[in-house]
């Protein structure tokens, strides 16, 4: 048996699943915390990575590996291969300032043109653009950047800081993958080239940048063993591998906050900045949009009501769709799409037939799902296929949240089983790289609620919210 491993280096973890590359069956695993906070040592990530593959059974009889990470996030690198200052994460916002004086200078229609996005707080070029405003000296130090999925894949590979790696600081063996590059700003997803005038206006001047490689490209192998090494992707796109997506797929993930993306052939470029034209791991191209509010909407109503999911679940079912005319509009902490940084939730359609605990628990399930279906109908606006749904995430294993997806998209909605679909995605990658080809495991289905779509919960929504519709 063929043994590849796949890793999820997230915000808040790294997990490692070690899979059969034949099959894809779990044949083991392993996972370690990373720091809180939005900026973080990246050493505190190698550490995390060593730890999780230890207790995952070490890579000795592991034929290949792969690594997927959280985006954006800025590491910038010396002469040396010293970290300078500890990472901004993509959930940094500091960095807003630097993104729209990045826009303003180059405008949102060339950036598209350009780079297939508009950036905003959380793309590597703000971070860079705040480091050279903010902290001079450092910009001036910085000699590579590398993303946290390139940097672990670097160190994995044996470089690193001088005097404390076998391989020492050799900043051009530094990879990327498309997708991770497709998260900076200043690549371009269909040329397949950095554009160094838009990298220089954020940094300020010339730097290393990795190299980036295609999908079954190999990036070497591990220091002090023959596993070899895959190019890795961003988390999105990892997502999607695992997921075994294609062409007609449109992932909706309700996690704390919520994606929507989808595969497609095409490039896309979006110059509202609404819809990210994200390149994905396999070779095609990923549009996405982020949520800040989605799963911590119903955690802060079962708070209100003093409930436990399964029983907001419950009692949304007892309410007919549209909630009896009751509609949340859930921006609890501002809203990223659409993009309102400022806003806060708010009922309308209050009445004393409206104002029942049944009614408050389906405008909250179908006020989340309205907000994530915005993000839906963005990315289909750029011509985008969708056949069918994709719903993932841990408020996606409630059956309220299933059933009332599929009144809320019109395409039939399919509920996975729950998996570590990024570190799954790193593995099918891993197994690429190995063979050559591209592996088809078999994913499976927890749900597949019949089709009931109904327009009134989408019509309300817009019509009563009047921010929903905001570009």
């Known amino acids: 048996m063929t043994l590849v491993a796949g890793v999820d280096s997230s915000t808040q973890n790294c997990k490692v699943v070690i899979r059969d590359a034949d099959t894809g069956r779990l044949v083991r695993s392993g996972r370690a915390g990373h720091p809180p906070g939005t900026e973080v040592d990246p050493a505190r990530w190698w550490e995390a990575l060593q730890a999780a593959?230890?207790?995952?059974?070490?890579?000795?009889?592991?034929?290949?590996?792969?690594?997927?990470?959280?985006?954006?996030?800025?590491?910038?690198?010396?002469?040396?291969?010293?970290?300078?200052?500890?990472?901004?994460?993509?959930?940094?916002?500091?960095?807003?300032?630097?993104?729209?004086?990045?826009?303003?200078?180059?405008?949102?229609?060339?950036?598209?043109?350009?780079?297939g996005t508009v950036p905003v707080a959380s793309f590597t070029a703000s971070k860079l653009r705040w480091l050279r405003d903010h902290e001079p000296?450092?910009?001036?130090?910085?000699?590579?950047?590398?993303?946290?999925?390139?940097?672990?894949?670097?160190?994995?590979?044996?470089?690193?800081?001088?005097?404390?790696?076998?391989?020492?600081?050799?900043?051009?063996?530094?990879?990327?993958?498309?997708?991770?590059?497709?998260?900076?700003?200043?690549?371009?997803?269909?040329?397949?080239?950095?554009?160094?005038?838009?990298?220089?206006?954020?940094?300020?001047?010339?730097?290393?940048?990795?190299?980036?490689?295609?999908?079954?490209?190999?990036?070497?192998?591990?220091?002090?063993?023959?596993?070899?090494?895959?190019?890795?992707?961003?988390?999105?796109?990892?997502?999607?591998?695992?997921?075994?997506a294609g062409r007609g797929d449109v992932?909706?993930?309700?996690?704390?906050?919520?994606?929507?993306?989808?595969v497609t052939g095409h490039p896309t470029r979006d110059e509202t900045g609404t819809v990210a034209g994200f390149a994905d791991a396999s070779g095609l191209f990923l549009p996405l949009i982020a949520t800040l509010n989605a799963a911590r909407v119903l955690d802060a109503v079962t708070r209100i009501l003093e409930v436990d999911h399964d029983e907001l679940g419950r009692l949304a079912l007892e309410a007919p769709p549209g909630s009896n005319g009751l509609v949340l509009q859930p921006y609890f902490e501002g809203e990223r799409t659409p993009n309102l940084p400022d806003a806060t939730a708010t009922l309308f359609g209050l009445t004393l037939a409206s104002t029942t605990r049944p009614s408050l628990a389906r405008a909250a399930i179908e006020g989340m799902l309205c907000g994530l279906a915005d993000g839906f109908e963005a990315v289909r606006g750029q011509g985008v296929e969708s056949a069918r749904v994709l719903l993932i995430g841990g408020a996606a294993q409630n059956a309220a949240v299933q059933r009332i997806a599929a009144q809320t998209f019109e395409p039939p909605v399919v509920v996975p089983e729950p998996g570590e679909y990024v570190a799954d995605g790193a593995a099918v990658q891993a197994a690429w790289v190995l063979t050559g080809e591209r592996p088809r495991w078999k994913v499976s289905i927890a749900a597949e609620p019949a089709p009931d779509y109904r327009p009134v919960i989408r019509d309300q929504y817009t019509r009563l919210s009047p921010r929903a519709a905001a570009p």
């Open 53 to 115: 593959i230890a207790e995952a059974g070490g890579l000795d009889d592991v034929a290949a590996i792969a690594i997927a990470g959280q985006q954006h996030g800025l590491i910038a690198l010396d002469a040396d291969g010293r970290v300078i200052r500890p990472a901004l994460l993509w959930n940094d916002t500091r960095s807003a300032a630097a993104a729209r004086d990045l826009v303003a200078e180059v405008g949102a229609e060339d950036y598209a043109r350009r780079t």
């Open 251 to 262: 992932v909706v993930s309700i996690g704390t906050s919520g994606t929507v993306f989808a």
């Open 137 to 244: 000296d450092n910009a001036a130090a910085v000699a590579a950047v590398a993303l946290p999925h390139d940097w672990l894949t670097w160190r994995l590979r044996g470089y690193g800081p001088a005097g404390s790696s076998p391989l020492g600081p050799d900043l051009d063996a530094l990879v990327t993958d498309r997708s991770d590059a497709s998260g900076t700003a200043y690549w371009n997803p269909v040329t397949g080239d950095y554009d160094l005038e838009l990298f220089g206006r954020a940094l300020g001047h010339a730097a290393i940048l990795p190299r980036v490689l295609g999908p079954s490209d190999r990036a070497g192998t591990v220091a002090g063993i023959p596993t070899v090494v895959g190019p890795g992707a961003g988390d999105n796109a990892g997502g999607a591998l695992g997921l075994g």
